[in-house]
């Protein structure tokens, strides 16, 4: 944890801070009512906004890096490894850490310690953390044209593999067969039912490149800076690419679970989109009133992303004589009565979002950003 007074790039914050709030949302949504379906990611093949939070995540990691990057250009390659390394294994360990916590659980027979053996590997942080040290290795050791024939292999080899050793279903895809092989499945995401990863070690590869386009387009902002020239390429660009990844889902499904190449594309496409209509409504239009809610995420996004987390972690872990959970209880006995249904689930994650903006607008006012 450091104090920081870093100049910031508006958009990028406002950005970032749009994605950290409606992910606290869609992690959020209240028990006890089926939530909006544009709250909830596509059951298999599909889209749905949802589907856009995180990988818009990863996006603006790589455009966070644009502006980051130069700072270890002055390091030696052994350095710069071990700054690299070094932020990616405390962000996949902060993720490991958060699917083990609160570390014990509730049972009959009283709590217990949960068992290293049946916890989840990898995660959304996990991700994170992987395709940033990748996509770094990648800006710094290889030319421009290397990276991008590397990432296309990266989208193009991805999509064989699927084709050739599975399908794209959930339980025959070829992903599912390698992470049970290697991490088994106590060690899986068991949310669709089964034990299936959507983090899982395969479907890595093609999220690297969203990294590597957020990269990329952070460089096209500095070196063109806030212009309309700018903003039109962004903007074409952008709708370039999810024509491209349309016709490409002809062949291979859009799927987020499975985070197929044309989604890839899709997602990179919109995200170029959006970060192009926000440099021109805030730099350009010069409309900045509405951003100062946003920048409060925008500016801690980790560290509020772990706290409604762990809000919500501690919510479900703590249980009535009945065994039902604070979670469902407060939810039931609060947030159904005065709205029930879909907004009350809305009303709850509302809620939880709220209180991790106050916790980011204190430690933005002491100036304290924390930093891995």
């Given at each position: 944890?450091?104090?920081?007074?870093?100049?910031?790039?508006?958009?990028?914050?406002?950005?970032?801070?749009?994605?950290?709030?409606?992910?606290?949302?869609?992690?959020?949504?209240?028990?006890?009512?089926?939530?909006?379906?544009?709250?909830?990611?596509?059951?298999?093949?599909?889209?749905?906004?949802?589907?856009?939070?995180?990988?818009?995540?990863?996006?603006?990691?790589?455009?966070?890096?644009?502006?980051?990057?130069?700072?270890?250009?002055?390091?030696?390659?052994?350095?710069?490894?071990?700054?690299?390394?070094?932020?990616?294994?405390?962000?996949?360990?902060?993720?490991?850490?958060?699917?083990?916590?609160?570390f014990?659980?509730?049972?009959?027979?009283?709590?217990h310690?949960?068992?290293?053996?049946?916890?989840?590997?990898?995660?959304?942080?996990?991700?994170?953390?992987?395709?940033?040290l990748?996509?770094?290795?990648?800006?710094?050791?290889?030319?421009?044209?290397?990276?991008?024939?590397?990432?296309?292999?990266?989208?193009?080899?991805?999509?064989?593999?699927?084709?050739a050793?599975?399908?794209?279903?959930?339980t025959?895809n070829?992903?599912?067969?390698?992470?049970?092989?290697?991490?088994?499945?106590?060690?899986?995401?068991?949310?669709?039912g089964?034990?299936?990863?959507p983090?899982?070690?395969?479907?890595?590869?093609?999220?690297v490149?969203?990294?590597?386009?957020?990269?990329?387009?952070?460089?096209?902002?500095?070196?063109?800076?806030?212009?309309?020239?700018?903003?039109?390429?962004?903007?074409?660009?952008?709708?370039?690419?999810?024509?491209?990844?349309?016709?490409?889902?002809?062949?291979?499904?859009i799927?987020?679970?499975?985070?197929?190449?044309?989604?890839?594309?899709?997602?990179?496409?919109?995200?170029?989109?959006?970060?192009?209509?926000?440099?021109y409504?805030i730099?350009?239009?010069?409309?900045?009133?509405?951003?100062?809610?946003?920048?409060?995420?925008?500016?801690?996004?980790?560290?509020?992303?772990?706290?409604?987390?762990?809000?919500?972690?501690?919510?479900?872990?703590?249980?009535?004589?009945?065994?039902?959970?604070?979670?469902?209880?407060?939810?039931?006995?609060?947030?159904q009565?005065?709205?029930?249904?879909?907004?009350?689930?809305?009303?709850?994650?509302?809620?939880?979002?709220?209180?991790?903006?106050?916790?980011?607008?204190?430690?933005?006012?002491?100036?304290?950003?924390?930093?891995?």
């Amino acid at each position: 944890m450091r104090k920081s007074s870093a100049p910031r790039f508006l958009a990028l914050d406002v950005l970032r801070g749009l994605t950290v709030c409606f992910m606290i949302i869609v992690n959020t949504q209240g028990s006890g009512a089926a939530p909006f379906s544009p709250l909830e990611h596509a059951t298999w093949h599909g889209f749905t906004p949802t589907d856009l939070v995180f990988p818009t995540f990863l996006f603006v990691v790589g455009n966070a890096m644009a502006f980051s990057m130069g700072k270890s250009e002055m390091m030696s390659n052994s350095q710069a490894i071990w700054k690299f390394t070094k932020r990616a294994c405390i962000i996949f360990l902060l993720g490991y850490l958060i699917y083990w916590f609160p570390f014990v659980a509730h049972s009959k027979e009283g709590w217990h310690v949960k068992p290293i053996s049946h916890t989840r590997i990898l995660g959304v942080l996990q991700r994170i953390g992987i395709c940033y040290l990748i996509a770094s290795l990648m800006i710094r050791f290889l030319s421009t044209r290397a990276v991008w024939g590397l990432s296309i292999l990266f989208l193009l080899g991805y999509w064989v593999i699927m084709a050739a050793w599975g399908d794209y279903t959930l339980t025959g895809n070829a992903g599912l067969k390698l992470d049970k092989l290697i991490l088994g499945d106590a060690h899986m995401y068991h949310g669709e039912g089964i034990a299936f990863d959507p983090e899982g070690i395969l479907s890595t590869i093609p999220s690297v490149v969203n990294v590597i386009i957020g990269y990329y387009a952070g460089v096209f902002i500095r070196k063109h800076g806030n212009t309309d020239f700018t903003v039109s390429r962004l903007m074409i660009t952008g709708a370039s690419m999810v024509a491209i990844a349309y016709f490409w889902h002809l062949l291979f499904p859009i799927n987020k679970k499975l985070w197929t190449s044309p989604f890839v594309f899709y997602t990179c496409g919109l995200d170029l989109l959006i970060l192009g209509t926000l440099i021109y409504i805030i730099e350009i239009r010069n409309r900045k009133k509405w951003t100062g809610f946003f920048e409060v995420f925008g500016k801690n996004p980790l560290a509020i992303y772990i706290l409604s987390e762990l809000i919500a972690i501690l919510l479900y872990t703590f249980t009535n004589k009945d065994g039902r959970s604070w979670y469902q209880l407060v939810n039931k006995n609060f947030f159904q009565k005065i709205a029930p249904g879909a907004w009350g689930a809305l009303f709850f994650a509302l809620a939880v979002m709220l209180t991790c903006w106050v916790a980011g607008w204190w430690m933005d006012r002491k100036k304290i950003y924390i930093r891995v």
